[in-house]
């Protein structure tokens, strides 16, 4: 069965170094999503992406956020110089139609020291 | 805009018995609701979905919902308790063809007792 797979499963980081999280989404879908889950919290939606931009994004993703699609197979998200708010478990997902279920990796946390 | 409330942070119920998890929803368009369920240290898995099909979904392990529009919920249900069901449950809503916001409840941990 086709999966959403997610690199690093765990990374720690120091507070102001960046961070790159990797997905591959499953291979004929169009539509791409990062969503986080601070520890105890609600899932938050970030950035979804179609059509190689960003199609809507949260308050949540500011200016330290961004996100690519450079070959046709990763999406990455980049937090360009983290914050110990940042620490959470960050979700990647991907649908193949506008009415489809999204499918979920087993998600990247990110420890910030 | 669209929103959508699980009006249980938790519920507790004996294995065997009943299960409820309630949502509520509102959107502007025609929505498309899901459940996920995620279980301790794991991934979010898909329950079920409604997409304007059948109104009463049926989906793995027992689960069904149905959809109200009069209501506007999608409670979440299953006969008969079962340990392994003890986990975070998500609602969650799309605007179909409106915008690309799908937007998550707060979940519901449901808890098993024996």
């Known amino acids: 069965e086709p999966e959403v797979t997610q690199t690093p499963s765990h990374q720690v980081t120091q507070m102001g170094q960046e961070v790159i999280l990797r997905c591959v989404p499953i291979?004929?879908?169009?539509?791409f999503y990062w969503y986080r889950q601070i520890l105890g919290q609600k899932v938050e939606f970030l950035v979804s992406f179609y059509n190689n931009e960003i199609s809507e994004k949260s308050e949540i993703f500011d200016d330290q956020f961004s996100v690519e699609r450079p070959d046709g197979s990763n999406f990455t998200l980049k937090i360009r110089s983290t914050k110990l708010e940042d620490s959470a478990m960050y979700f990647c997902a991907s649908r193949g139609t506008n009415t489809g279920e999204l499918f979920f990796g087993e998600g990247s946390r990110l420890t910030v020291l | 805009a669209q929103s959508v409330t699980q009006l249980d942070s938790h519920v507790s119920v004996s294995e065997g018995t009943p299960v409820l998890l309630r949502c509520n929803y509102s959107?502007?368009?025609?929505?498309?609701l899901f459940w996920y369920v995620q279980h301790p240290n794991k991934g979010l898995q898909l329950l079920l979905k409604?997409?304007?099909?059948?109104?009463l979904v049926k989906g793995i392990n027992g689960f069904e919902a149905e959809f109200k529009k009069s209501e506007t919920s999608f409670h979440l249900t299953k006969p008969s308790a079962h340990m392994s069901d003890a986990a975070e449950y998500f609602c969650v809503v799309s605007d179909r063809g409106r915008d690309d916001k799908i937007i998550f409840g707060k979940g519901t941990r449901l808890h098993i007792l024996p």
């Open positions: 291979s004929n879908h169009l539509y």
């Open positions: 409604y997409t304007s099909a059948a109104t």
């Open positions: 959107s502007s368009y025609s929505p498309s």
